[in-house]
């Protein structure tokens, strides 16, 4: 049985680098049981890269470091306390087709 995968991708700017992201978790060839997106305390650019994205959007009032930004965006899981495994991902990232089967595997 393959384990629960959580991606969580950690965004303070949108546009094309945080699209890029969501694109490339979208080509992923293991998908990610659950997405978790956090709006770290942007001024709007990431809810308008982040309009129409499927997964759970989590907004920070305030920027927050990226460890306490993960821990909210776990802590937003409605069954947190079997997570499984993390894949952090920062608004930049921009993982091969194949990275999430690989760390999976």
């Known amino acids: ?13 949108g546009g094309e680098h945080l699209s890029r992201t969501l694109r490339a978790i ?3 060839t293991r998908v990610p049981d659950i997405v978790v997106a ?3 305390g942007s001024r709007g650019s990431v809810s308008t890269s982040l309009a129409g994205f499927s997964g759970t ?3 920070l009032e305030h920027r927050e470091d990226f460890g306490e930004a993960v821990r909210r965006a776990v802590a937003s899981i409605s069954d947190s306390s079997d997570t499984g495994l993390l894949w952090l991902l ?3 990232s921009d993982p091969d087709p ?8």
């Not at 049985?1 to 700017?13: C, D, L």
């Not at 194949?98 to 595997?105: I, K, V, W, Y």
């Open 98 to 105: 194949t990275a999430l089967e690989r760390l999976a595997g």
């Open 38 to 40: 956090v709006d770290n």
């Open 1 to 13: 049985m393959e384990p629960r995968v959580v991606a969580i991708v950690v965004a303070r700017e």
């Open 26 to 28: 979208d080509a992923q």
């Open 57 to 59: 959007v989590l907004t």
């Open 90 to 92: 920062a608004q930049d």
